[in-house]
């Protein structure tokens, strides 16, 4: 005892002397400052906050890496990002939201209390007070996982599962508000010629063309084709049970006919403007986390191009349902929240259904677009993408559907040409640039010139007249508002490369710009390109001034789309306003009150004068009524007046041309408005020959309710003249066709 005392004796002087050496009382040599380092803990708060940011942002691999060691040695990163997208799947999660509540930290553990809001697209907010727990690992705070980090509810394994309540789409209607699209009990009608008896084989032809309003010879060729055998099976239609039971005969007797009900989203008249209108099917497995959050289920169908898809968010409604907690042998624990569905929306086009199934007709045999507009509104009345395809095959309940085939062809025939597809513009741009002519005041509407068929103002460059090519006689000497009645190509070479050289080098495509062209024509519900115009080269003189005569003509580097040659042709014949072009009149709900609604709209004015617009007409009106039009015959006896103009462009080596038409009508009636139509046939020929036929046919169709006479290369109505399109007997197959054209429009109503 007594050498402990000693000991802490000694401790204690020692200690002593250190103190007073220190504090100078005595030694000899400074001892250095101690420094000392204090670590603090990291911030257990922002370590929790990392975790659930990262979930709102739904990083669930960043999540795992934030648990501690013994957390994901009970579940592996597949299985945890699994439970998480469950969660946001099951219960639609569109967002996260937290709150910290409160943060007890020992030396190795923390828990920090949180309130979470899972924010549902389908029954709103949920909201829980939980806690995580943390433990310390190296310089890190770790998340110590389990299943109440989600909600309290899910301790133990449990899941959430929704059940769901879809309300029904809503209705696409026309103008007049007959149903273009809309849920209904179809009845899918086919044929079986190998079991059609001979004695009835008419009989089921008439029968099938009726209920399908398709023409007989159509469903004739479908059913027996010429050089080739029958198919096994021949789709015919899609048509609701009430037009069914309203057009199907007596069919007891007859064999081979097959039909089957089903419920779907009927397309109706086997579907109408389909890339306009759109279609409804399942929703593409990489855009599923896209519509998650949305409401949606992987399973669901969506509006897949057109309106359907522009307007999902009116035609869906909003989807409902319960939300369950299940234990892990699928039995309902409890009911977290739930949700009524809302009913859909329905929207009201300015399509007119009747038009718009006989414009397709019109183009049927063809690759092109035809776009029709209220001439004094831009209100569509009818767009055609040719070829289309039938929408009511994308539900494969339909036992008709052949879906797969439009993946296999050549054509894209999803691709809407009339909105996207681009294309030199040839002849119907010779208005754009008489416009600048005439505006430069280097041009008068009465000016003249001698239209050789070779001109030779380029060095190295002659080009040719179009009555050149069609071993016709030069059209001699032409005012220029002729020069638009003839479609003058040298009056137009001429035009391009005088403005170029007395300084107004960009004048035809700023006017062109000032037509609309170059931008976007601003139509909201569908996808569309802004075409191209370009300035002529400016740097080199000889490269520019070659540019701008083949902008002048229509060719080079510029390129429009129908619709943009419609809406420019619109603002022709209504006194120079463009207009938007509108595809929709009206979204109303479930009670029929407006939800949104479309005026028309004014985009801007053409940069013409009165005087500029006037002549310009009178050169579009020669077109069709001068005997010296390009169009003239085309358009004999037609009982209205029309304004319009042939364009011809050239489309690439070894390829035939584009063919164009675009006018308008001016036969003030009150109760029918009048249209601007433009129409555009890929690689065919002249626009003479096919673009202004099938304008004629969609504008008798509009005012006479009938389709004039048959084309230059039909057999009859309907029926394609084979050796038409034979290169060799094409010039004799047009005489004759023509003959018989012109014996039929003496038959139609004269012009009032």
């Known amino acids: 005892m007594q050498r402990t005392f000693l000991r802490r004796s000694l401790i204690c002087l020692t200690f002593l002397a250190v103190l007073l050496s220190a504090c100078g009382l005595g030694g000899s040599a400074d001892l250095p400052t101690p420094q000392i380092n204090i670590s ?96 310390l690992e190296g310089a890190n705070w770790r998340v110590r996982w389990d299943e109440r980090i ?46 059609i008896q001979e004695e009835h084989a008419n009989r089921v032809i008439s029968e099938l063309a009726r209920v399908s309003r398709r ?27 009430d037009e069914f039971q309203a057009r199907a005969g007596d069919w007891g007797e007859l064999s081979g006919i097959r039909f089957e009900y089903y419920d779907t989203r009927l397309y109706y008249n086997s579907g109408l403007a389909p890339q306009t209108v759109g279609y409804y099917a399942s929703i593409p497995a990489e855009q599923v986390p ?37 234990n892990p042998a699928g039995e309902v624990v409890t009911k977290l929240a739930e949700s009524a569905a809302q009913p859909a929306d329905s929207i009201y086009t300015t399509l007119d259904a009747e038009l718009q199934r006989r414009a397709q007709e019109a183009i049927k045999d063809f690759r092109g677009a035809i776009v029709v507009l209220e001439r004094d509104t831009g209100k569509i009345l009818a ?48 208005l754009i640039t008489y416009s600048a002519a005439v505006e430069s005041g280097q041009f008068t509407p009465d000016q003249t010139l001698d239209c050789v068929q070779e001109w030779h103002g380029l060095p190295g460059q002659p080009l040719i007249d179009w009555t050149l090519d069609k071993d016709l006689p030069a059209s001699g000497t032409l005012t220029l508002i002729e020069g638009i009645m003839r479609s003058c190509n040298p009056w137009f070479y001429q035009i391009g490369m005088d403005l ?41 003189e000889e490269l520019g001034r070659s540019q701008a005569v083949q902008q002048a003509f229509g060719q080079g580097t510029t390129l429009i789309t129908p619709l943009q040659a419609a809406v420019y042709t619109a603002a022709i014949g209504n006194g120079g306003t463009l207009y938007v072009p509108s595809l929709v009149e009206r979204v109303v709900n479930a009670n029929g009150d407006e ?52 364009g011809t462009a050239t489309a690439g080596t070894g390829l035939l041309p584009h063919a164009w038409f675009v006018g308008y009508t001016d036969a003030g009636r009150e109760n029918q408005p009048d249209i601007a139509i433009a129409v555009l046939v890929e690689n065919v020929g002249d626009g003479s020959d096919f ?57 139609e109503t004269p012009e009032p």
């Open 595 to 646: 939800v949104l609604s479309f005026a028309p709209e004014v985009k801007g004015t053409l940069p013409i004068s009165e005087t500029t617009l006037e002549t310009m007409r009178e050169g579009m009106r020669m077109v069709v009524a001068n005997s010296r039009g390009t169009a003239y015959r085309r358009f004999t006896g037609f009982g209205f007046p029309v304004y319009g103009k042939t």
């Open 150 to 195: 989600i909600l309290p509810e899910l301790a133990g394994g449990n899941t959430l599962s929704m059940q769901r309540a879809v309300p029904t789409r809503g209705l696409i209607y026309d103008r007049n508000g007959d149903v273009i699209a809309g849920g209904t009990t179809a009845v899918a009608v086919g044929a079986l010629p190998s079991l």
């Open 215 to 241: 023409p007989v010879s159509e469903i004739s060729r479908l059913l027996f084709p010429e050089n080739s055998e029958a198919p096994f099976y021949v789709p015919i239609a899609e048509v609701s049970e």
């Open 383 to 430: 767009m055609v993408s040719s070829p289309g395809f039938n929408q009511n095959w994308a539900d494969f309940n339909d036992p008709n559907s052949e879906w797969n085939s439009y993946f296999t062809g050549g054509d894209d025939v999803f691709f809407n040409r009339a909105t996207q597809g681009q294309y030199p513009p040839g002849s119907i741009f010779k």
């Open 290 to 326: 896209e519509y998650i959050p949305r409401g949606y289920h992987s399973d669901d169908r969506i509006g897949r191009l057109g309106l359907e898809a522009w307007g999902e968010e009116y035609l869906a409604g909003k989807r409902g349902g319960s939300l369950y907690v299940l």
């Open 500 to 540: 170029y050289n007395a300084g107004f080098k960009n004048a035809v495509a700023e006017m062109a710009r000032g037509f609309g062209l170059g931008s976007p024509t601003g139509i909201q519900t569908l996808n569309e390109v802004a075409g191209s115009v370009v300035d002529p080269e400016a740097a080199d």
């Open 691 to 747: 673009a202004a036929p099938i304008f004629r046919r969609v504008a008798s169709y509009y005012f006479l309710n009938s389709p004039g006479p048959n084309y230059p290369w039909e057999l009859e109505f309907g029926v394609v003249n084979p050796i038409f399109f034979s290169a060799a007997l094409q010039a004799e197959a047009t005489a004759t066709a023509e003959a018989l054209a012109t014996q039929q429009a003496a038959e």
């Open 40 to 135: 603090s803990a990291p911030d257990v708060e922002q370590a929790a906050r990392a975790y659930l940011d990262a979930w709102n942002a739904g990083n669930y691999p960043a999540m795992y890496t934030m648990l501690d060691a013994e957390s994901r040695s009970r579940i592996s990163e597949e299985d945890f990002v699994a439970r998480y997208a469950d969660v946001a799947t099951q219960a639609n999660l569109f967002r996260v939201d937290y709150e910290i509540l409160q943060a007890l930290t020992n030396p190795q553990t923390a828990q920090v209390g949180y309130r979470v809001t899972l924010n549902s697209a389908v029954i709103g907010p949920i909201s829980r007070d939980t806690a995580m727990d943390l433990s």
